[in-house]
């Protein structure tokens, strides 16, 4: 994910959201390929897989009352539920989801959907990608969102435009095929550097300093 926004921005933006957190919770979805892979990962000194024949017990623990809810991976808790989910007695929780396949989207949203009295708000992601584009020369793998290079720009800027202000990430960006996009960013949080670290909004500076005549290879203008 690549930043949209300078981090004055993000402070800012997140400082008048307090007990907002941005996460993608949806109900359990029996049909999505998640809820079909079930095997279990072991971990084994520097060994990593799976072991045949067995399952991560997921119609066991929601008979139990627990309920399974799904998201994403890209999240922002407030404080308080930070300090929720590394309570130790949460242990027990994290020690059985450890060995499940794509932990990283089932277990969060899982966890919020079972706080008993949570009262703070849930806000979608503040990140942006797209899925306009499932052909694997346009994404990395196939559960991965589009890259946005420079030279598909035309496809998915006219969405991107009128969101800037309301997420804090992009993804998936290229450093060699996204140049002109993130230098367009780049400019966007410097300017916003430069509003929240002027106290004097009256500074502003003399513009242009250079005439367009006076850049290099532009043609000067005939003398009167």
Not at 26 to 48: I, R, Y
Request: hydrophobic fraction near 40%; glycine fraction near 6%; aromatic fraction near 14%.
């Amino acid at each position: 994910a690549y930043p949209v926004h300078a981090p004055e921005y993000m402070r800012h933006f997140l400082d008048q959201r307090r007990g907002v957190n941005f996460v993608q919770v949806e109900p359990w979805d029996s049909k999505h390929w998640q809820a079909k892979k079930l095997g279990l990962v072991h971990l084994c000194g520097d060994w990593v897989g799976r072991i045949a024949g067995q399952q991560f017990p997921q119609q066991e623990v929601q008979e139990s009352g627990f309920r399974w809810a799904q998201g994403g991976e890209w999240w922002i808790f407030t404080r308080q539920l930070a300090a929720y989910f590394v309570d130790e007695r949460m242990r027990p929780f994290y020690n059985l989801m450890k060995y499940r396949i794509n932990v990283e989207e089932i277990m969060w949203a899982s966890a919020i959907v079972n706080i008993p009295n949570f009262g703070e708000m849930v806000f979608p992601p503040l990140t942006w990608e797209t899925f306009a584009c499932i052909s694997f020369s346009c994404r990395d793998t196939r559960h991965s969102p589009a890259n946005l290079v420079d030279a598909t720009l035309d496809k998915f800027m006219n969405e991107l435009r009128p969101k800037l202000n309301s997420v804090l990430f992009v993804r998936t960006v290229t450093p060699s095929g996204s140049e002109h996009l993130l230098a367009w960013l780049d400019s966007r949080g410097a300017w916003e550097v430069a509003y929240y670290t002027n106290n004097d909004r009256r500074n502003f500076p003399t513009m242009p300093r250079v005439a367009i005549s006076e850049l290099p290879g532009k043609p000067r203008p005939p003398p009167v």
